[in-house]
């Protein structure tokens, strides 16, 4: 199983970014998908999350201003981020699972599969 992130870079406070995310190899079964980030002292969190009913939840900290969405068969996720703020820069990663859990999934590849991230920097 393979994810590979792409669209990360080095904004300006206010700006937008779009991050993508291809899953390969996964084989039957659909996945659970979703986009952590680590900032800062490693701090681990979940940004979105799709549940097979197309429920997407979202971190209270990018609800308004995040976007997930995902692109099936093809098993594309997309992070649409608008209004991006200096305490969004992290390393954003691309999280897929076979099974539902609840709660975090953290630590980065503790649960599930998982992309090598793609940074996001965001200035003031």
């Known amino acids: 199983v393979k994810l590979m992130e792409s669209g990360g870079g080095s904004v300006q406070a206010g700006g937008s970014l779009r991050l993508s995310c291809t899953l390969s190899?996964?084989?039957?079964?659909?996945?659970?998908m979703a986009w952590y980030r680590r900032g800062p002292g490693n701090k681990c969190e979940m940004v979105s999350s799709?549940?097979?009913?197309?429920?997407?939840e979202y971190a209270d900290s990018g609800k308004g201003r995040f976007t997930a969405s995902q692109v099936k068969p093809k098993n594309t996720l997309y992070l649409q981020m608008n209004g991006l703020k200096p305490e969004d820069t992290a390393v954003y990663y691309c999280?897929?699972?076979?099974?539902?859990?609840?709660?975090?999934?953290?630590?980065?590849?503790?649960?599930?599969?998982w992309g090598q991230g793609t940074q996001v920097t965001v200035s003031t």
């Open positions: 999280a897929a699972a076979r099974s539902y859990r609840g709660g975090s999934w953290c630590p980065v590849g503790n649960f599930g599969y």
């Open positions: 799709i549940l097979r009913d197309g429920t997407t």
């Open positions: 190899g996964f084989g039957f079964g659909e996945p659970l």
